[in-house]
């Protein structure tokens, strides 16, 4: 049957029946090898996971099921983990990383390993991973997922909308806009305390602000439902609910479910409200004419939509409507969520630690005091330092964002000599170098004092990293500061925030920080 093997075989002088048990013994070889490194690989996990929960005990709460899979991420094999398992394999360290393989997510928790990784990784793509793959066809190639030199040039265009003379002119919305949640506080509160979801109401408040200023449209969101702003939190939702449930990892799938039918039609409600908006200012652009436009915009605030107009490439080319359409959801998507749990968190430190608060009260007063209108202006933020220390501390214990995702561009090498190969991916763990004991002593205690300009000569930079570090940080940093201190200083200046004793507080990691079942405080106007 087959001329061409029995010559191959008379030719090395071999029966069929010795090459049948040849290659019988490579296949089972083989399925050895790939057996052992499989057996090795998962009890790397095993080992790594134990080291890391003894040794880090990143999150205090025990995992819950429903987000195991989220939680587990934290407990990857952590450098240090790492570094000892490969120890322990002695001299084979740097074969044996290869022959395994990129090891997945290996969770990096000091800064000194994160420091190389942040800064090689402007131009690479963390973004196809898995989880951001979810995004996708929300947020398609904006800022946040687009890579290379698209994400290069479209960085450049958009780094002038977060300038300070820019960010200035937002801080009268910041204010408005918490005033419009402090009346409704007023309001539930005449009776006396009563217990409030922090994130309910303060996440409510950051989308009115941001669709603002991102677009000058005022939802009255916080007061009546929209169905722009209700998308917006069904996909935020969806996005979590499809990572934690696994047969929906797969495009086929998730796109017959109910829930991949919902994500849908949500994202179809958020394109079309921001492309008709991005439309509807073309138009008006083109009408006017760029100088009489420029003109009609003098003395009134310059919303982000404005500003995108407005820019222009190096070469003069403009952003598409298409991209245009992306960056917006993304600004919309990145923006809100997170100064949301920053705020949240930082209240309930502040409600964990009555002392703390009274300081900022007293701080704030004196600053506000005098004035006319009780609101804040830009130069002021910068005269509320023990405000803003506070504000640290809460973004270390409860980093808004817990992880974010890298792949190495290049051998990694970590603090005992250990390589990560080139192409592996690891996970940024803000969480787990916020709680690195190597790094902050006693991380779960809420010290502000950390942050005493006094102490911070000796810290790494990289050793507090909410915003994520490297070329490719958060680039909404400073919006999202002056935002937190406005609306904390306005609510501390009206309002004490109590611990609800009947509510446990547990953390709950999702796309961004949360508390499973709210974050409930006893909120109490001031008499003044
Ligand atoms: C407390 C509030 C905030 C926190 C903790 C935060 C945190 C972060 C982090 C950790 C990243 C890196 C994500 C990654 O690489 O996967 C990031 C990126 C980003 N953030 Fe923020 N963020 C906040 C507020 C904002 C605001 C207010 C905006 C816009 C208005 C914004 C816009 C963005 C954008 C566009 C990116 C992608 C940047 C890039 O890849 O070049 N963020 N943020």
Known sequence: MLPFLDHFLDSLNMSRTSFRVYIFAAVILMFCLIMCRTIFKMATYIYAYIINARRLRCFPEPPRRSWLLGHLGMFMPTEEGLTEISSAICNLRRTLLTWLGPIPEVSLVHPDTVKPVVAASAAIAPKDELFYGFLRPWLGDGLLLSRGEKWGQHRRLLTPAFHFDILKNYVKIFNQSTDIMLAKWRRLTAEGPVSLDMFEHVSLMTLDTLLKCTFSYDSDCQEKPSDYISAIYELSSLVVKREHY?????????????????????????????????????????????????????????????????????????????DMRAEVDTFMFEGHDTTASGLSWILYNLACHPEYQEKCRKEITELLEGKD????????????????????????????????????????????????????????????????????????????????????????????????????????????????????????????????????????????????????????????
């Open 373 to 528: 209108t009780k609101h804040l202006e830009w130069d002021e933020l910068s005269k509320l330092p023990f405000t803003t220390m506070c504000i640290k501390e809460s973004l270390r214990l409860h980093p808004p964002v817990v992880a974010v995702i890298r792949r190495c561009t290049e051998d990694i090498k970590l603090p005992k000599g250990d390589i990560l190969p080139k192409g592996n991916c690891c996970i940024i763990n803000i969480f787990g170098i916020h709680h690195n004991p190597d790094v902050w002593p006693n991380p779960q205690v809420y010290d502000p004092y950390r942050f005493d300009p006094e102490n911070l000569q000796e810290r790494s930079s990289y050793a507090f990293v909410p915003f994520s570090a490297g070329p490719r940080n958060c680039i909404g940093q400073n919006f999202a500061m002056a935002e937190m201190k406005i609306v904390l200083a306005l609510i501390l200046y009206n309002f004490q925030v109590r611990l609800d004793e009947t509510k446990t507080v547990r953390r709950k990691p999702e796309l961004i920080l949360r508390a499973e079942n709210g974050l409930w405080l006893q909120v109490e106007e001031l008499k003044r």
């Open 246 to 322: 696994l047969p929906h990892h797969f495009d086929f799938i998730y796109n017959l479910s109910s829930n991949g039918r919902k994500f849908r039609q949500a994202c179809k409600t958020v394109h079309e409200f921001t492309a008709g908006v991005v439309q509807q200012r073309k138009k008006a652009l083109q009408e006017k004419g760029m100088e009489e436009w420029i003109k009609s915009k003098q003395g009134k605030t310059k919303d982000f939509i404005d500003i995108l107009l407005l820019s222009k490439n190096e070469d003069g080319s403009q952003l598409s409507d298409e």
